[in-house]
């Protein structure tokens, strides 16, 4: 025997409520996920941009700063080290330029000369009254050592003269004893050419 219909009328009245409820709920309830989630992800964009992306874009700017002062630091230690080769080059060719100075001057240095040609008799016990020199157009000047001595402390004179590093030219000697024949002094005469190189003679 069937129940009643107005019984399932009423359970379905008291049902369908019920059910309609349920559903309102599932949907609010999906809404307010979905809400989350778009939050969720609306705040993980806003902390992207405004925190996370400045990070990133001071972090790759302190990148490329490294980057460039290492890069800086390497053209530096080139620079250094080329300056420091030029210093050891130039101190190699300075002390080739004294040497060079020495023998051949720059100006004529009329008191190097007197200083060094007064030594050299004066060490060989080879005496002078005076210097005398002689100006000419050409790169050098003369003076000639005219005075007498022991024939050996003129052959160490002469021999000074040869080996000194002033640039000196000799173009003749002339030896010749004194008249009284048991003196053992001789006279020397020596004409000397004394070199220099000005600055403005070319080659």
Known sequence: MNPPVSNNLNIYSKVNPLLSYLSKQRENNKFIKSVEISATFLLI?????????????TISKLVGDIKAKEILVKELKAKINNVIISQDLFSQVQE?????????????RFYQATSQ???LTE???VYLDKINYSISDSNF?????STSSSFLSATSLLSGLLQNRRLFQIDQISFSLEKDT??????????L??????KNVQN
């Open 123 to 125: 060490k060989n016990q």
């Open 193 to 198: 050419k004394i070199y220099y190189w000005p």
């Open 45 to 57: 964009s806003f902390f992207t941009f405004f925190a996370i992306k400045p990070t990133l874009l």
């Open 141 to 145: 000047y003369s003076t000639s050592i």
């Open 182 to 191: 048991g003196s053992k002094t001789v006279n020397i005469n020596l004409p």
């Open 117 to 119: 040609i007064v030594g």
């Open 96 to 108: 080739k330029y004294a040497l060079v100075e020495a023998s051949l001057p720059s100006s004529p």
